[in-house]
């Protein structure tokens, strides 16, 4: 089992900048990708970006290339989401996830190949 929280979620103003973390936690060692994706209400949930936990691949929807930066810390087992000139468009809970299967990076953007899913936090962007 690996437990996963999110946290950094807030209310910020369009054009402003939040930063997420996702720690992990119990048994990491086989994770290989960490992904975040976010559901706005009465949407379905879709894919922001995407991490390999070993050799640091990102992958990142259309939507947020350029604005946002997935990093990970291996000491920490820590993911984060850096988010820039947000938009309102953007307002979602933002959820992190993990796969411990070799995945290709078109693969990481589905749902459904995600093993464990955090809780969520909510990011609301004011116009």
């Known amino acids: 089992q690996v437990q996963l929280v999110e946290s950094g979620g807030g209310l910020v103003q369009a054009g402003g900048s939040l930063r997420l973390s996702c720690a992990a936690s119990?048994?990491?060692?086989?994770?290989?990708?960490m992904g975040w994706f976010r559901q706005a209400p009465a949407k379905e949930r879709e894919f922001v970006a995407a991490i390999k936990w070993s050799g640091a691949n990102t992958y990142y929807a259309d939507s947020v290339k350029g604005r946002f930066t997935v990093s990970r810390d291996i000491a920490k087992k820590t993911v984060y989401l850096q988010m820039n000139r947000l938009k309102p468009e953007g307002t979602a809970v933002y959820y992190c996830?993990?796969?411990?299967?070799?995945?290709?990076?078109?693969?990481?953007?589905?749902?459904?190949?995600?093993?464990?899913w955090g809780q969520g936090t909510q990011v609301t962007v004011s116009s």
């Open positions: 996830a993990s796969t411990s299967t070799n995945y290709s990076g078109s693969l990481l953007a589905l749902v459904s190949r995600y093993n464990y």
């Open positions: 119990g048994r990491t060692f086989s994770t290989y990708a």
